[in-house]
């Protein structure tokens, strides 16, 4: 029952896209558009972000040390230590020692250029300004991936992720998606089991 089941699966999905070919092959008369009843125009098409390591041209490019792009607490306040990731919340701790603080205010006719952020390890494919990415999280998350140490070890299968929100969205799912064929073989993907062996 099972293998029938699959195999209905297996041609609705060829079936599909054959479909697909033949409705792109279909013209009109004059050849300049193709024309099928049956279908509803297509949406109008959305705006489309920019890929990753592909920026504005005019942003400001920043390149920070690993150090400093690492680092947890970049603002240090000067009487008690305590050390911020944002010069705003500096500020904000600095008035709780009744030292002068001013909040950074922004003026609306002040043209705020975008700022981009390129890796620091040289050999990186994102090390180019033409390849910056655009945020600073961005950066910090790619620079842990690729170039970090995997502190964070799931357990259960022994995978290690240098970013603890990869290792939490791994433990999430780790173990659950298992789909076992009728030979007894496990896969990890629905697909793979479709798939003649």
Known sequence: MMRKYLAE????????????DNISNLTSASGDQASVSSHPAPPPAKKKRSLPGNPDPDAEV??????????TN???CEICGKGFQRDQNLQLHRRGHNLPWK????????????????????????HDSARALGDLTGIK???SRKHGEKKWKFEK???????QSDWKAHSKVCG????RCDCG????????LLLPS
């Open 141 to 143: 998350k790619h620079f």
């Open 74 to 76: 970049r603002y240090m």
């Open 157 to 163: 299968c022994s995978k290690r992720y240098a970013v």
């Open 185 to 192: 073989t496990l896969f990890s993907r629905f697909v793979f």
């Open 62 to 71: 920043i390149a920070l040390s690993p150090k400093t792009l690492m680092a």
């Open 103 to 126: 909040l950074k205010q922004r003026n609306p006719k002040e043209v705020v250029r975008k700022k981009v952020y390129v890796c620091p390890e040289a050999g990186c494919v994102h």
């Open 9 to 20: 699966i297996q041609q609705q999905l060829l079936a599909a896209a054959a479909a697909e």
């Open 176 to 179: 659950t998606r298992e789909y």
